[in-house]
């Protein structure tokens, strides 16, 4: 069994940043695949940023909502995805999950919940004034 654990949730105010992690665990399991959603009350789980492995390399994908302002990243420990979110904003507000695939995920794949093989138990975000 996988298990991931997202932490760096908080509350701050507009304009500020926060930085969340994913730690993945358990057994052996090369994500090839990692994504932030998040699900805000009364919505749908929406897709936030990916990060696919590509050879010795790596790619990410980014919500319109979020580009520019928001990065993915893997860390040097392997196994932990960060998201790094900067000028904050109260839209921002929701849960975010961490999710994993051992397939590198297409273009059109990455912002399908379905596709993902494991989930986190998710974090709160909350940016208000």
């Known amino acids: 069994q996988v298990q991931l654990v997202e932490s760096g949730g908080g509350v701050v105010q507009p304009g500020n940043s926060l930085r969340l992690s994913c730690a993945v665990s358990?057994?052996?399991?090369?994500?090839?695949?990692v994504a932030w959603f998040r699900q805000a009350p009364g919505k749908e789980r929406d897709f936030v940023a990916a990060?696919?492995?590509?050879?010795?390399?790596?790619?990410?994908s980014f919500a319109d909502s979020v580009r520019g302002r928001f990065t993915i990243s893997r860390d040097n420990a392997k196994t932990m995805w960060s998201l790094q979110m900067n000028s904050l904003k109260p839209e921002d507000t929701a849960v975010y999950y961490c999710?994993?695939?051992?397939?590198?995920?297409?273009?059109?794949?990455?912002?399908?919940?379905?596709?993902?093989?494991?989930w986190g138990q998710g974090t709160q975000v909350t940016v208000s004034s």
């Open positions: 999710a994993v695939s051992s397939r590198r995920l297409i273009t059109s794949q990455i912002r399908v919940t379905n596709d993902y093989d494991y």
């Open positions: 358990g057994r052996t399991f090369t994500a090839y695949t």
């Open positions: 990060i696919r492995r590509s050879g010795g390399n790596t790619d990410t």
